[in-house]
RNA sequence: CGGGGUGUGGCGCAGUUGGUAGCGCGCUACGUUCGGGACGUAGAGGCCGCAAGUUCGAGUCUUGUCACCCCGACCA
């Protein structure tokens, strides 16, 4: 086993950091903040990427694509809107390099200044916006489903490997509807398609809920989340929808002609997730021994290793296991058999751990003698002799069982996690000792929860969908609280 | 932008009171091995972040500069 991993117990942040490189996953590169995906971290986003595009595609929307760079006066269109992003904006004033007269390599030339600065997107409504108005003219045209898969950039102080870089890889559903109804049952109905998503996928467990006014998105009138808990402790925000009310119509001035033959404006959505997800799959799943990943979303669901001695000992284990890779693969699922030869059978057992392939199967001479294989699960990492004529069959039923267990941990672990504080000094000591999530009476303003943030770094994750009323008092306050709203530490 | 730290082969590091650079991993070749990260032998690989200065002589001392990392303020 390799000693120069951390733990999560001592020391969780380096650990993650481990499991990112140990894992290879994604690399810092030359420019600050900015992240290389690497081969078998991108092939997991692929797998993300192809799954949420079947549920977008199965929910009525179609894909488009937008321009990386937006005017920056359309970002002054909407007041929120540009108040929440400004501080994280790279900003293109230049469109021309040149020889430096000096001698010093290239330069800017002073002479290709653009007359209108350009804004590298951190999200797209306002080009999108700004696009609609020209393809909505009447009820008929609506709705609009687009969903676009881009990279975005927000110009993060600081940031990590996947959670928070400066540049990173997304989809943004933007939809136009004719009606509020309509357009506030798309946000759920999208923050659902996410959920499912991340149950049934990632086989990680969410709270659905509202977000509170102070952790809206810019420019939205309601913003829907699902908030996930991860082996810390602390919470992390994997994916939200928002009801953007009218706000955007009126900035770009979108109106439609209903069927009363009146100007109205559109209602419009967004939605959205990105490789963060990725970092949220590393931090519910992972171990001491290296990344678990779920088997729906492992570029390598089983990994087959020949243990030999002599090239007829391989030669006879690659017969044996040739159709039963085929019988595999008709099953939809991803073998790998590594008969690399250049690297030794237990330099291999590490290596897929580490890469967190969810089952391995050894087969060597004793194996062939007894006509069964060697099967390990990597999520409990338990063993266990499986006959040549079944493997398929249960290896298939175990991948299934691995997914449905995985997730289950990870509810029993939220639920474990889950705390209801009445006081401050309980509030408090929860988050100081036990971490989680905990469920706290709120009075409801937006003061109170900067001062909770403030004093206990603690945030409102969401109001959960049928959260229970329940009378109480604030646990900073003392006011009146009609029900409990979710808290924790975050990411 | 504050506070702390680090820059030396691909990676991780050592380098004493200044004397011309070393260790582990990895890499290459050959051989022995092969059921949980093998071993031996022989190799390849470095303007010591950059720039000035002190000195007969600087990885080491001085000054400046750049970059990156960690901890805060901001955030999906």
Same mark, same amino acid.
């Given at each position: 086993?390799?000693?120069?991993?951390?733990?999560?117990?001592?020391?969780y942040?380096?650990?993650?950091?481990d499991?990112?490189?140990?894992?290879?996953?994604?690399?810092?590169?030359?420019?600050?903040?900015?992240?290389?995906?690497?081969?078998?971290?991108?092939?997991?986003?692929?797998?993300?990427?192809?799954a949420?595009?079947?549920?977008?595609?199965?929910?009525?929307?179609?894909?488009?694509?937008?321009?990386?760079?937006?005017?920056?006066?359309?970002?002054?269109?909407?007041?929120?809107?540009?108040?929440?992003f400004?501080?994280?904006?790279?900003?293109?004033?230049?469109?021309?390099?040149?020889?430096?007269?000096?001698?010093?390599?290239?330069?800017?030339?002073?002479?290709?200044?653009?007359?209108?600065?350009?804004?590298?997107?951190?999200?797209?409504?306002?080009?999108?916006?700004?696009?609609?108005?020209?393809w909505?003219?009447?009820?008929?045209?609506?709705?609009?489903?687009?969903?676009?898969?881009a990279?975005?950039?927000?110009?993060?102080?600081?940031?990590?490997?996947?959670?928070?870089?400066?540049e990173?890889?997304?989809?943004?559903?933007?939809t136009?509807?004719a009606?509020?109804?309509?357009?506030?049952?798309?946000?759920?109905?999208?923050?659902?398609?996410?959920?499912?998503?991340?149950?049934?996928?990632?086989?990680?467990?969410?709270?659905?809920?509202?977000?509170?006014?102070?952790?809206?998105?810019?420019?939205?009138?309601?913003?829907?989340?699902?908030?996930?808990?991860?082996?810390?402790?602390?919470?992390?925000? @994997?994916?939200?929808?928002?009801? $953007?009310?009218q =706000?955007? #119509?009126?900035?770009?001035?979108?109106?439609? +002609?209903?069927?009363? *033959?009146?100007l109205?404006?559109?209602?419009?959505?967004?939605?959205?997730?990105?490789?963060?997800?990725?970092?949220?799959?590393?931090?519910?799943?992972?171990d001491?021994?290296?990344?678990?990943?779920?088997?729906?979303?492992?570029?390598?669901?089983?990994?087959?290793?020949?243990i030999?001695?002599?090239?007829?000992?391989?030669?006879?284990?690659?017969?044996?296991?040739?159709?039963?890779?085929?019988?595999?693969?008709?099953?939809?699922?991803?073998?790998?058999?590594?008969?690399?030869?250049?690297?030794?059978?237990?330099?291999?057992?590490n290596?897929?751990?580490v890469?967190?392939?969810?089952?391995?199967i @050894?087969?060597?001479?004793?194996? $062939?003698?007894? =006509?069964? #294989?060697?099967?390990?699960?990597?999520d409990? +990492?338990?063993k266990? *002799?499986?006959?040549?004529?079944?493997?398929?069959?249960?290896?298939?039923?175990?991948?299934?069982?691995?997914?449905?267990?995985?997730?289950?941990?990870t509810?029993?672990?939220?639920?474990?996690?889950?705390?209801?504080?009445?006081?401050?000094?309980?509030?408090?000591?929860?988050?100081?000792?036990?971490?989680?999530?905990?469920?706290?009476?709120?009075?409801?303003?937006?003061?109170?929860?900067?001062?909770?943030?403030?004093?206990?770094k603690?945030t409102?994750?969401?109001?959960?969908?049928?959260?229970?009323?329940?009378?109480?008092k604030?646990?900073?306050?003392?006011?009146?609280?009609?029900?409990?709203?979710?808290?924790?530490?975050?990411?």
């Amino acid at each position: 086993m390799a000693k120069d991993f951390s733990t999560r117990a001592e020391n969780y942040s380096q650990w993650y950091n481990d499991v990112v490189k140990k894992a290879d996953l994604a690399e810092n590169s030359a420019v600050r903040g900015c992240m290389v995906i690497k081969p078998y971290g991108y092939a997991i986003w692929e797998k993300m990427h192809d799954a949420l595009d079947k549920m977008f595609k199965e929910t009525g929307h179609t894909n488009a694509y937008f321009p990386l760079f937006i005017p920056k006066s359309f970002f002054s269109r909407e007041a929120h809107h540009v108040e929440g992003f400004a501080k994280e904006c790279a900003v293109i004033t230049h469109y021309r390099l040149k020889n430096d007269p000096n001698g010093g390599g290239v330069v800017v030339d002073p002479e290709a200044k653009l007359e209108e600065e350009l804004i590298v997107r951190p999200t797209s409504e306002t080009i999108i916006w700004d696009t609609y108005k020209n393809w909505i003219q009447s009820y008929r045209d609506l709705p609009i489903l687009c969903n676009q898969w881009a990279n975005v950039v927000r110009w993060e102080m600081r940031t990590r490997l996947f959670l928070r870089t400066a540049e990173f890889l997304w989809q943004e559903g933007h939809t136009a509807h004719a009606t509020r109804e309509e357009a506030i049952e798309e946000t759920r109905k999208m923050l659902n398609v996410y959920a499912d998503f991340a149950e049934k996928h990632m086989a990680m467990s969410v709270v659905r809920g509202v977000k509170s006014p102070n952790e809206r998105f810019a420019g939205a009138d309601d913003t829907y989340c699902i908030e996930a808990l991860m082996q810390d402790g602390k919470a992390l925000q @994997a994916g939200t929808s928002h009801f $953007l009310g009218q =706000n955007f #119509a009126k900035a770009f001035d979108v109106k439609f +002609l209903n069927k009363e *033959n009146q100007l109205e404006y559109v209602w419009a959505t967004s939605w959205g997730v990105s490789t963060r997800l990725i970092g949220a799959l590393i931090m519910t799943h992972s171990d001491d021994n290296g990344l678990v990943l779920p088997p729906a979303l492992a570029p390598i669901q089983v990994v087959i290793i020949p243990i030999y001695k002599s090239e007829e000992q391989l030669n006879q284990i690659t017969e044996k296991v040739q159709p039963l890779i085929q019988k595999l693969k008709d099953k939809g699922i991803s073998v790998k058999y590594d008969d690399d030869d250049s690297k030794r059978s237990g330099w291999k057992f590490n290596e897929y751990e580490v890469k967190g392939v969810p089952v391995r199967i @050894a087969i060597g001479p004793r194996d $062939l003698e007894n =006509n069964h #294989a060697e099967v390990c699960r990597r999520d409990t +990492l338990e063993k266990t *002799n499986i006959s040549l004529d079944t493997l398929d069959v249960e290896v298939e039923k175990l991948l299934a069982e691995i997914q449905q267990s995985l997730f289950d941990r990870t509810v029993k672990f939220r639920e474990d996690n889950t705390r209801k504080a009445d006081t401050w000094d309980e509030f408090v000591d929860i988050l100081d000792n036990q971490a989680g999530f905990v469920y706290a009476h709120w009075d409801g303003t937006p003061e109170t929860e900067e001062l909770i943030k403030e004093k206990a770094k603690a945030t409102i994750r969401c109001i959960p969908f049928n959260n229970p009323l329940e009378e109480g008092k604030c646990i900073l306050t003392g006011k009146p609280s009609k029900q409990r709203v979710l808290f924790a530490r975050a990411y």
